[in-house]
């Protein structure tokens, strides 16, 4: 066997075993989830059930009281929708007037919004839920989507690095056809960053699919629970935990997550080494 083949091979067998082994939890929850829920963790160290049973799935499905689980995802998907769309539109304009656009005092912001990428969210986590509830909007998802439209920095930065990497000729070419500056985010800017949005809308969707703090602190309505607060109701300091119809549920949650990657797996890759470039 040839040196190169030995370590093809090598290298084919790490990857694999590492991939296995960041696998594992995801493969135990899924077969879990087909486990008496008393003897999950009596038996997890054998991730074949035994018994097989359906019974999680159906009962997570049900919900909790009038609320299926479906209506769970319906509210969270509602939710990305608003969010997705915000952050596309605001991330997109504001990077680009950071990366197109001269005016006063432009590394200053650009410098204060990359600072605030140092925040945890704790820190104005207070003072954001004290200004809502003077504004009249807790129980509803305002305190959760209007922030969407103005910006997120780490969005913004990716956009700013991804425009910066188109010629300026492209601009001067489109003002001397009579492009305003609003056509010219428009019609160039735009279809040229679809890689950069596209990353954009993939990381929105996975950190907002699965958000927990935020919906726990505004929402208090059953009705209007997401998908990550459903979860966490299978469990109780209380009663017993259903933790069966928990997995159940949580693999069902995880398929949309993993149809989105399969999907858009290739977008990310080109959005992000794309953006560190700089032409």
Same mark, same amino acid.
């Given at each position: 066997m !040839?040196p190169?083949?030995?370590? !093809? @091979?090598?290298?084919h067998?790490l990857?694999?075993?590492f991939a296995?082994?960041?696998?594992?939890?995801?493969?135990?929850l899924?077969?879990? $989830?087909?486990?008496? =829920?008393?003897?999950?963790?009596?038996?997890?160290? $054998?991730?074949?059930?035994?018994p +097989?049973?359906?019974e999680?799935?159906?009962?997570?499905?049900?919900?909790f009281?009038?609320?299926g689980f *479906?209506? &769970?995802i319906?509210?969270t998907?509602?939710f /990305?929708? &608003? /969010?997705l769309?915000?952050?596309?539109?605001s991330? $997109?304009?504001? *990077?680009?007037?950071f990366?197109?656009l001269k +005016?006063?005092?432009?590394s200053?912001?650009?410098?204060i919004?990359?600072?605030?990428?140092?925040?945890?969210?704790?820190v104005v986590?207070?003072?954001q839920y004290?200004i809502?509830?003077e504004?009249?909007?807790?129980?509803s998802? !305002?305190p959760?989507?209007?922030? #969407?439209?103005?910006?997120h920095?780490f969005?913004?930065?990716?956009?700013?690095q991804f425009?910066?990497?188109?010629?300026?000729?492209l601009?001067?070419a489109?003002?001397i056809?009579?492009c305003?500056? +609003?056509?010219?985010?428009?019609r160039?800017?735009?279809p040229l960053? /679809?890689?950069?949005?596209?990353?954009? *809308?993939?990381?929105?969707?996975?950190?907002?699919?699965?958000?927990?703090?935020?919906?726990v602190?505004?929402l208090?309505s059953? #009705? %209007?629970?997401?998908?990550?607060?459903?979860?966490?109701?299978?469990? =109780?300091?209380?009663?017993? $935990?259903?933790w069966?119809?928990? &997995? *159940?549920?949580?693999?069902?949650s995880? @398929?949309?997550v993993?149809?989105? +990657?399969?999907?858009?797996?290739?977008?990310?890759v080109?959005?992000? =080494?794309? =953006?560190?470039? %700089?032409?």
């Amino acid at each position: 066997m !040839k040196p190169k083949h030995l370590k !093809k @091979i090598i290298y084919h067998l790490l990857v694999g075993g590492f991939a296995i082994l960041l696998l594992y939890p995801v493969i135990w929850l899924i077969m879990s $989830s087909f486990k008496l =829920s008393e003897n999950i963790f009596v038996t997890a160290q $054998s991730l074949i059930p035994n018994p +097989f049973v359906l019974e999680n799935y159906a009962q997570g499905w049900e919900g909790f009281g009038d609320y299926g689980f *479906a209506t &769970f995802i319906k509210n969270t998907a509602i939710f /990305v929708a &608003f /969010v997705l769309v915000g952050h596309l539109i605001s991330c $997109s304009l504001i *990077a680009f007037g950071f990366a197109r656009l001269k +005016f006063v005092g432009r590394s200053f912001w650009f410098a204060i919004m990359i600072k605030t990428l140092m925040l945890p969210y704790e820190v104005v986590m207070i003072p954001q839920y004290i200004i809502f509830a003077e504004l009249g909007w807790l129980n509803s998802l !305002k305190p959760l989507v209007v922030p #969407a439209y103005f910006g997120h920095p780490f969005f913004i930065f990716l956009l700013v690095q991804f425009i910066r990497t188109i010629p300026r000729e492209l601009d001067e070419a489109a003002t001397i056809d009579g492009c305003n500056t +609003f056509q010219i985010y428009y019609r160039i800017i735009l279809p040229l960053i /679809v890689p950069a949005l596209a990353t954009t *809308a993939i990381f929105t969707f996975y950190w907002t699919w699965d958000n927990l703090l935020g919906p726990v602190l505004y929402l208090n309505s059953p #009705a %209007k629970y997401t998908v990550s607060m459903a979860l966490n109701m299978f469990l =109780s300091n209380e009663t017993v $935990s259903n933790w069966g119809a928990m &997995f *159940a549920m949580s693999t069902v949650s995880l @398929i949309p997550v993993f149809v989105i +990657f399969f999907i858009f797996q290739r977008y990310v890759v080109e959005g992000i =080494s794309t =953006s560190g470039l %700089k032409g």
